[in-house]
């Protein structure tokens, strides 16, 4: 059900388009929760202020080098992908988050999934209320 | 330079090519020699006829000393490939013969060095990795499994039809994050990369309007599946054996696909998530309708997908 990652995962060979962004957290970001298999996974938008949290948060998170994300079916965790600048997709899933940038893809620790619980209420309101209640059970949010 | 002999005819002359580009060639036999997994002396002793594989020789001292490279490789592909890498290098190895040249020795019989020689080897890659295998009634639904049916069934006399199993083969849709994101379970199940997270009905304008096994099934069936035992010609193959399931909540509803494959198992592919052979025990799936689903309690049915089929 879980996946070894490597900290040293495949590099990403992604062109320069010139879209880079010295305010990574301010550019556009979509949470989804990592949930299904053949829909399309219950998906928000982050507000500019909680995207440029979520960056902050991720550079206080100790870096480590190898974890288990969550993998099969049911609830797997929390994937946010920018839509420009550097940060492409950050993956939240049993505390562990793999950051993958333009080139490189780093991992951290979650301790105690704390950032996955912050990211998962940002969604509350924003997606299906029955959905929020059954993850929000698997993460033991009130 | 670099000799490459495809091993693919019984009466006529085997066509062979002679590539000259260096890099490409120090590139290929690096790969080849990285792991000798994929090679073997000969082609194997139960190879029948078919595209079986590549022989590679060396043509020149120097590389074969510098690559540990004696007298000459046997690459086996298709259902002989070690896995699915060697088809891969095979298939790298074929591309190359629009800037080859042929061998001094070549045959009198021997095909010319071009674009339809080389699309027939690819084709005959592709293909070589399925296998084709009768589907017989003796394999039906458990009893356990057949209780969960949620499905009217519509009734098939039993046949033995024929399928195809491709080979397990998760890279190529694990190892490019674009594809493993943008590709689902249905895509895996159908064999079929869209990058459009495909859904059931939507290639054939009908998609689904609920989650539920009668209403997924139906919206399959326009895209062209048919039930398990409902046979396809062979026009249609590859034909692969695939299974439905559906998580019917309350809260989480959701469908999912499995399919077989040449090793016996079953593949799936969570979400975006990569594709595997393992059930939520990380057991390797012998059977979609007894595996540990998670959530997907319930066992719609088996399915065949065929080469028409809409999906999108």
Redesign the interface.
Same mark, same amino acid.
């Given at each position: 059900m879980r996946r070894i990652v490597g900290i040293v995962l495949v590099l990403l060979i992604v062109a320069c388009g010139g879209a880079g962004t010295s305010q990574e957290g301010a550019a556009p970001m979509r949470a989804e929760i990592d949930l299904y298999s053949g829909r399309p996974n219950p998906n928000w938008d982050l507000s500019a202020e909680e995207a440029a949290q979520l960056t902050t948060r991720i550079e206080r998170l100790p870096p480590i080098s190898s974890g288990e994300i969550q993998e099969g079916l049911g609830y797997r965790g929390i994937i946010v992908a920018g839509s420009s600048g550097e940060l492409r997709r950050v993956t939240v899933s049993n505390g562990v988050v793999v950051v993958e940038r333009t080139g490189r893809t780093e991992a951290f620790a979650d301790t105690d999934r704390e950032l996955e619980r912050w990211l998962f209420q940002t969604s509350k309101g924003r997606i299906d209320a029955a959905i929020y209640e059954l993850v929000a059970n698997e993460l033991g949010v009130p | 330079m670099l000799q490459v002999t495809a091993d693919v005819f019984s009466g006529r002359s085997n066509p062979t090519w002679v590539v000259t580009n260096e890099r490409e060639v120090r590139a290929v036999l690096r790969e080849v020699t990285r792991d000798r997994a994929l090679v073997a002396e000969a082609a194997p002793p139960e190879a029948g006829l078919g595209f079986r594989g590549l022989i590679v020789e060396s043509l020149s001292d120097e590389l074969a000393t510098n690559l540990d490279l004696q007298g000459s490789l046997y690459l086996p592909i298709g259902a002989y490939a070690a896995d699915g890498r060697a088809n891969e290098l095979a298939e790298r190895l074929v591309s190359l013969i629009g800037q080859a040249e042929p061998t001094v020795a070549a045959e009198p019989d021997a095909l010319p060095l071009d674009q339809s020689l080389q699309d027939f080897l690819l084709d005959q890659i592709t293909t070589s990795a399925r296998q084709s295998v009768l589907d017989e009634p003796s394999l039906v639904i458990p009893a356990e499994a057949e209780a969960e049916l949620d499905v009217e069934e519509e009734s098939f006399v039993a046949a033995t039809c024929g399928i195809e199993l491709a080979q397990y083969n998760p890279g190529f849709w694990n190892?490019n994050?674009t594809i493993r =994101?943008n590709n689902?379970?249905?895509n895996y199940a159908s064999n079929k990369r869209t990058n459009t997270?495909a859904?059931?009905g939507r290639g054939a304008g009908s998609m689904y309007r609920a989650?539920t096994c009668p209403e997924?099934t139906r919206a399959a069936l326009a895209d062209g599946l048919r039930r398990r035992f409902n046979c396809f010609p062979a026009a249609e193959a590859p034909r692969y054996l695939v299974a439905l399931v559906v998580?019917p909540?309350?809260?989480?509803v959701?469908?999912?696909?499995y399919r077989k494959v040449r090793e016996g198992f079953w593949g799936?592919?969570?979400?975006?998530?990569?594709a595997?052979n393992?059930?939520?025990?990380?057991r390797i799936i012998e059977d979609p309708a007894t595996c540990d689903?998670?959530? =997907?309690t319930q066992f719609c049915g088996y399915f065949y997908t065929c080469r028409s089929q809409r999906i999108r």
């Open positions: - | 190892n994050t =994101y689902n379970c249905y997270f859904q059931p989650i997924v998580a909540g309350p809260g989480f959701d469908y999912h696909w799936h592919k969570p979400g975006g998530t990569a595997r393992l059930d939520n025990r990380g689903r998670g959530p =997907y």
